[in-house]
């Protein structure tokens, strides 16, 4: 079992910026890649940033491409989501969450965006952007 407890969200301004966290604790052997995901209401929640926890590897959704940025602090096993340039349609219910992918020794993990394919999930953490 992993345990993953996202913070950071807030209300904020469009063309400013927050950075989630998203701790996690538990079985960390189980999974190799992390998540960010958001869901607006009234939409499907949809994948927006991943990493390979092993390699450091990631991948982004169109949508954050260049404005957003995940990374890794393994000592503290937590994974952030620095969001810059914040437009009111990032307003959403951020959640981060864990998986296992194949990896490419020297390339890293075939990461997905595919919610289907996340085993462990946090409550999740508001972000809320105004014009």
């Known amino acids: 079992q992993v345990q993953l407890v996202e913070s950071g969200g807030g209300s904020v301004q469009a063309g400013g910026s927050l950075r989630l966290s998203c701790e996690a604790s538990?079985?960390?052997?189980?999974?190799?890649?992390m998540g960010w995901f958001r869901q607006a209401p009234g939409k499907e929640r949809e994948g927006i940033a991943a990493?390979?926890?092993?390699?450091?590897?990631?991948a982004y959704a169109d949508s954050v491409k260049g404005r957003f940025t995940i990374s890794q602090d393994n000592a503290k096993s937590t994974v952030y989501l620095q969001m810059d340039t914040l437009k009111p349609e990032d307003t959403a219910m951020y959640y981060c969450?864990?998986?296992?992918?194949?990896?490419?020794?020297?390339?890293?993990?075939?990461?997905?965006?595919?919610?289907?394919?996340?085993?462990?999930w946090g409550q999740g953490t508001q972000v809320t952007v105004s014009s």
């Open positions: 969450a864990a998986a296992h992918f194949p990896v490419v020794p020297g390339i890293g993990a075939f990461l997905s965006l595919n919610l289907r394919e996340y085993n462990y």
């Open positions: 990493i390979y926890i092993g390699g450091g590897n990631t």
């Open positions: 538990g079985d960390a052997y189980s999974s190799n890649s």
